[in-house]
């Protein structure tokens, strides 16, 4: 059964698209802990990020950076938090959170964006990439 992100992946849901290329895709988390909230996922679905091949996890982190840079332009913030948990979604993922506190990293307190304010700011995103 394809996960959540592999139907993002497909066009299936739509999604605040930030980045793609041949191998992974970048969006806007829709349930954020902070504005800006990021996603970066590998195309091939696949459970946890250590059973990913080197290569793949290595280039994974590389366009996670790119994001991470992008997003860290676009957003006020401290720094850029980065988490792998992956319970919710058996689909590797790696979290890009902006940070003002570490309860931002939390998982527990969320913000609300409207559709509009969420494709500003994944347009506002890309422009900085």
């Known amino acids: 059964m394809s996960s959540i992100f592999t139907k993002i992946i497909n066009g299936e849901i739509p999604s605040y698209k930030l980045a793609e290329d041949e191998n992974f ?11 800006g909230h990021s996603l970066c996922i590998p195309k091939q679905e696949i459970n946890k ?5 080197e ?3 290595l280039e994974l982190m590389k366009f996670s950076r790119k ?3 992008a997003v860290e332009k676009t957003v006020e913030c401290k720094r850029i938090g980065v988490a792998v948990v992956g319970l919710e979604v058996p689909h590797v993922h790696v979290h890009l959170i902006p940070l003002h506190d570490m309860d931002d990293m939390r998982f527990q307190r969320k913000v609300t964006l409207t559709k509009e304010e969420f494709e500003k700011l994944a347009e506002a995103i890309r422009k900085n990439l």
């Open 25 to 35: 895709i970048a969006i806007l988390d829709v349930n954020p802990n902070a504005k």
């Open 49 to 53: 990020i250590f059973d990913m091949d």
């Open 55 to 57: 290569t793949l996890y």
């Open 67 to 69: 994001v991470a840079k």
